[in-house]
């Protein structure tokens, strides 16, 4: 099982790309695409994503494209992650729907649940800002 899946690895370097942009210009969708090696349809599909979240905006025609939806010090590696994916769970019983019958006293929910809730800190604690200065250095 994957923890951060493809699709959201994706997004990550999309949303870290548009963090580094000098001034908060627009990147047009198929810079974006080549840039960060994802195909151009699967892009979209993230970046729609992302859109409804509130994490980018877009704007149409030549000079269009997307852009933060807001201040990248201010956009955390978990929301991005969350908007693309839904929920970070370590495991089916972790998830907001999750039912085990053996939760109660389970040595690896219990295991699990910690290191999940070390992992969404963890993630919650950096910021496209951080991540796109951590490229330029």
Known sequence: MTVIRQDA????????????ERGG????????????????????KIMQRLH?????????????GFCLG??????????????????LAMNTCLTPNGRCPRQSGCAVHTRLDRLQQTMRKSLHKVTLAQ???????
Not at 9 to 20: P, V
Not at 76 to 87: F, N
């Open 9 to 20: 690895d994706y997004a990550l370097r999309a949303m870290g790309r548009l963090a580094a």
């Open 25 to 44: 210009s627009a990147v047009a969708a198929r810079r974006l695409a080549a840039e960060t090696g994802v195909s151009p349809a699967f892009l979209s």
């Open 52 to 64: 409804e979240a509130k994490l980018v905006s877009s704007t149409m025609g030549p000079k269009g």
């Open 70 to 87: 807001r201040a990248a010090a201010r956009i955390t590696l978990l929301e991005v992650i969350e908007a693309v994916q839904g929920p």
């Open 131 to 137: 991540l796109a200065a951590a490229k330029d250095s």
